[in-house]
């Protein structure tokens, strides 16, 4: 069942399945309900929009986009150790927070906010913490830890071969654990291929993804990305090439942690559809972003949550593998 029903800035506190549970409102005004329910293991979350011309599929609860949405409902469906839940250990209460927002554009009706949810639970006497053993290689920059790696056809687990035939399909996915800041947008925003573990003045490279996140090798081949599943996660469908076949290839990345809403013409991941052209894959409204693509990306205004220097963006490196001839 819900335990919680908010409306505007009334703050709401009850019991559900011993499980203390707070839901409070943005500072601004809220026109919506929200219900949430606190399971042992998962949170449940419905978000009902009355506001005029609100997208419900901007609404993000920490990382996670909604597990489905209509035009007036979006509805969460996730794991305590999932979504870049906050926990907390005080006392005999064991605290998971985290922070339901709406990601407006800048030419948006409706403006961004951020709606605090919290659920505290008795701490099990037999609990204890666990340890994060990450598959990807990782990179750790500051208090911010890049992760990036080869997966399995449908990206539930790391890749089983590093060996791909000619025309098939490599799926790579990148992301950045963030524990101390807010929700953060991962984006791949240079991909070149190499024979090398190192990039050197003298290096053959094959260009993958250039200009401040375009994906080249969307135009002539089944590359894309792929719908997201968390702002803080990036996944790549890459179909083979016949760069370096049968040699180990590295293929060397930036990544780039940034606001959600801080997206412009250098802040972006695009690829090509046949048929529609370039497109913004967190937000087709917005694919004039991609319009530079053909040219040359430029940003046009400096706004963001961090510079460059703040330790957000990370050079990684996916590989080795080695593409293979069909025929041979």
Same mark, same amino acid.
């Given at each position: 069942?819900?335990?919680?029903?908010?409306?505007?800035?009334?703050?709401?506190?009850?019991?559900?399945?011993?499980?203390?549970?707070?839901?409070?409102?943005?500072?601004?005004?809220?026109?919506?309900?929200?219900?949430?329910?606190?399971?042992?293991?998962?949170?449940t979350l419905m978000w009902t929009e009355?506001?005029?011309?609100?997208?419900?599929?901007?609404?993000?609860?920490?990382?996670?986009?909604?597990?489905?949405?209509?035009?007036?409902?979006?509805?969460?469906?996730?794991?305590?150790?999932?979504?870049?839940?906050?926990?907390?250990?005080?006392?005999?209460?064991?605290?998971?927070?985290?922070?339901?927002?709406?990601?407006?554009?800048?030419?948006?009706?409706?403006?961004?906010?951020?709606?605090?949810?919290?659920?505290?639970?008795?701490?099990?006497?037999?609990?204890?913490?666990?340890?994060?053993?990450?598959?990807?290689?990782?990179?750790?920059?500051?208090?911010?830890?890049?992760?990036?790696?080869?997966?399995?056809?449908?990206?539930?687990?790391?890749?089983?071969?590093?060996?791909?035939?000619?025309?098939?399909?490599?799926?790579?996915?990148?992301?950045?654990?963030?524990?101390?800041?807010?929700?953060?947008?991962?984006?791949?925003?240079?991909?070149?291929?190499?024979?090398?573990?190192?990039?050197?003045?003298?290096?053959?490279?094959?260009?993958?993804? &250039?200009?401040?996140?375009?994906?080249?090798?969307?135009?002539?081949?089944?590359?894309?990305?792929?719908?997201?599943?968390? &702002?803080?996660?990036?996944?790549?469908?890459?179909?083979?090439?016949?760069?370096?076949?049968?040699?180990?290839?590295?293929?060397?990345?930036?990544?780039?942690?940034?606001?959600?809403?801080?997206?412009?013409?250098?802040?972006?991941?695009?690829?090509?559809?046949?048929?529609?052209?370039?497109?913004?894959?967190?937000?087709?409204?917005?694919?004039?972003?991609?319009?530079?693509?053909?040219?040359?990306?430029?940003?046009?205004?400096?706004?963001?949550?961090?510079?460059?220097?703040?330790?957000?963006?990370?050079?990684?490196?996916?590989?080795?593998?080695?593409?293979?001839?069909?025929?041979?």
């Amino acid at each position: 069942m819900h335990c919680v029903s908010s409306k505007h800035s009334v703050m709401m506190v009850s019991f559900c399945q011993g499980a203390l549970l707070l839901s409070l409102a943005a500072a601004m005004a809220v026109y919506a309900d929200l219900k949430v329910d606190c399971g042992p293991d998962v949170v449940t979350l419905m978000w009902t929009e009355s506001r005029p011309q609100a997208d419900t599929s901007l609404l993000r609860l920490g990382n996670c986009f909604p597990t489905s949405f209509s035009a007036v409902k979006a509805y969460f469906y996730v794991d305590l150790t999932d979504c870049n839940f906050r926990r907390l250990v005080t006392g005999d209460a064991l605290v998971y927070s985290n922070d339901l927002t709406y990601v407006a554009s800048a030419d948006s009706y409706n403006l961004a906010f951020t709606h605090p949810v919290v659920c505290a639970y008795e701490r099990p006497k037999d609990w204890y913490a666990t340890i994060y053993d990450p598959v990807f290689k990782t990179y750790s920059l500051g208090d911010l830890q890049f992760n990036i790696g080869l997966m399995n056809d449908d990206f539930s687990g790391p890749a089983e071969s590093t060996r791909f035939p000619l025309g098939s399909i490599i799926p790579i996915m990148a992301s950045v654990v963030q524990e101390t800041h807010q929700p953060l947008l991962l984006l791949l925003e240079e991909c070149v291929a190499a024979t090398t573990p190192e990039l050197y003045p003298e290096s053959t490279m094959y260009p993958i993804i &250039s200009n401040k996140g375009c994906l080249l090798e969307s135009v002539s081949s089944r590359s894309k990305f792929e719908p997201r599943q968390k &702002s803080s996660e990036i996944r790549l469908s890459l179909q083979t090439f016949t760069f370096a076949m049968g040699e180990e290839v590295f293929i060397h990345c930036k990544l780039l942690a940034w606001d959600p809403n801080g997206l412009d013409s250098t802040k972006k991941a695009c690829h090509f559809v046949e048929g529609h052209g370039w497109e913004l894959l967190d937000n087709l409204a917005q694919s004039n972003l991609c319009d530079c693509c053909e040219s040359k990306c430029k940003s046009r205004r400096q706004r963001s949550v961090a510079s460059e220097k703040h330790g957000m963006v990370q050079k990684a490196v996916v590989g080795p593998f080695t593409i293979t001839d069909v025929n041979s």
